[in-house]
């Protein structure tokens, strides 16, 4: 009978596995953006089209759902802009209007016609004021906080050659946008927001 097996507690054997590189250097990308004053949203992987067409996405690199369950859920998300607008909305909404927010997230891009791309991406925000002390009182962020943001990050990631170059990318003004490049290849836009998206949000 059971009653005569004695009781004893499994051995557990520990087998490490190590963690994917994506992982790691997402995990370190919290703690650094985090220890800057970010904050870290998580927003909806589907959304609508008419979200993603207002914020300027390009329509031909759009993943469509082919039984979406609501208009909601339409497409799966080509950048993170679209959330992180709907999260600056929510908190201006809110009185909370001095942000500084970023999301580490898949995102789901189509390339022709049957190839479908899923890739891992930061995006970062920041709106309102910086507050600069009893002493210096307070100013409007700008594009040059955004862009010492991200070499802040670069630096402690270990990246020594980053380049910041033109762009032509739209969804920013011409006045204050650039991509930024890491050995000859680009892998990031960075810019103030064009007048007419925000204006597409509400914001």
Avoid: C
Avoid at 19 to 48: C, H, N, W
Avoid at 110 to 132: C, N, V, Y
Wanted: no cysteine; charged share 25%.
């Amino acid at each position: 009978g059971y009653d005569k097996i004695p009781e004893t507690i499994p051995r557990i054997v520990e087998q490490p596995t190590p963690k994917p590189m994506d992982m790691i250097v997402a995990g370190r990308m919290r703690q650094i953006l985090t220890g800057m004053g970010f904050d870290e949203i998580m927003t909806y992987s589907l959304l609508s089209k008419k979200t993603v067409n207002i914020a300027g996405v390009t329509e031909g690199s759009i993943v469509e759902i082919k039984n979406p369950l609501s208009g909601e859920q339409e497409i799966m998300r080509p950048s993170h802009m679209a959330g992180l607008f709907t999260s600056v909305l929510w908190n201006i909404n809110r009185k909370t209007k001095d942000l500084k927010f970023f999301e580490i997230g898949n995102i789901y891009i189509r390339e022709s016609e049957d190839r479908f791309t899923e890739k891992l991406a930061l995006s970062i925000g920041i709106t309102g004021q910086m507050f600069q002390g009893w002493i210096g009182g307070s100013r409007g962020y700008d594009f040059f906080d955004l862009k010492g943001a991200i070499e802040t990050m670069l630096a402690e990631l270990g990246v020594k050659t980053s380049t910041i170059n033109d762009s032509n990318d739209e969804r920013f003004s011409q006045a204050a946008r650039a991509s930024l490049e890491i050995n000859g290849e680009k892998i990031g836009v960075l810019g103030e927001v064009d007048p007419g998206i925000l204006k597409n949000f509400d914001i």
